[in-house]
């Protein structure tokens, strides 16, 4: 009779454990879900301003972009941190044709969007 109740306080508080293990895997998964959120709201916004940047001071501009605006357009690209983006906004800066420009942004805009999980 000791035995079993021994054995029966020793599986209660192994299920008791294993509980609270439980749990706190699921709260782990909970939160790490939320940052992953948080994280792809942050490229989102960071890249719609980028998008909305270049549209307004590049393709609606009257005029050759000015220098606080190049340079507003260059931290934006810089502040996404993404290699793919930065290297293609050097391509489009480096350009020597308006052809090449041209190809350059299509494909600058092309990922920028790409970037933009919905």
Same mark, same amino acid.
């Given at each position: 009779? @000791?035995?079993? /109740?021994?054995? !029966? %306080?020793?599986?209660? &508080?192994?299920?008791?454990?294993?509980?609270?293990?439980?749990?706190?895997?699921?709260?782990?998964?909970?939160?790490? $879900? $939320? !940052?992953?959120? %948080?994280? #792809?709201?942050? #490229?989102? @916004? /960071?890249?719609?301003?980028?998008?909305? &940047?270049? #549209?307004?001071?590049?393709?609606? *501009?009257? !005029?050759? #972009? +000015?220098? @606080?605006?190049?340079?507003? =357009?260059?931290?934006?690209?810089?502040?996404? $941190?993404?290699?793919?983006?930065?290297?293609?906004?050097? /391509? %489009?800066? +480096?350009?020597?044709?308006?052809?090449?420009?041209?190809? +350059?942004? *299509?494909?600058?805009? +092309?990922? =920028?969007? $790409?970037? %933009?999980?919905?």
């Amino acid at each position: 009779m @000791e035995k079993t /109740k021994f054995f !029966a %306080i020793i599986i209660i &508080l192994l299920l008791v454990v294993l509980a609270g293990v439980s749990i706190l895997y699921v709260l782990d998964k909970v939160e790490l $879900n $939320n !940052a992953r959120q %948080i994280k #792809v709201q942050q #490229v989102n @916004e /960071k890249a719609m301003f980028l998008a909305k &940047l270049f #549209v307004e001071k590049v393709l609606q *501009g009257e !005029a050759e #972009v +000015n220098f @606080e605006d190049r340079l507003k =357009l260059e931290n934006a690209v810089r502040d996404l $941190n993404d290699q793919e983006i930065f290297d293609q906004w050097q /391509k %489009i800066v +480096n350009s020597q044709s308006a052809q090449e420009t041209q190809q +350059n942004v *299509g494909i600058f805009l +092309n990922l =920028l969007l $790409n970037k %933009i999980p919905y």
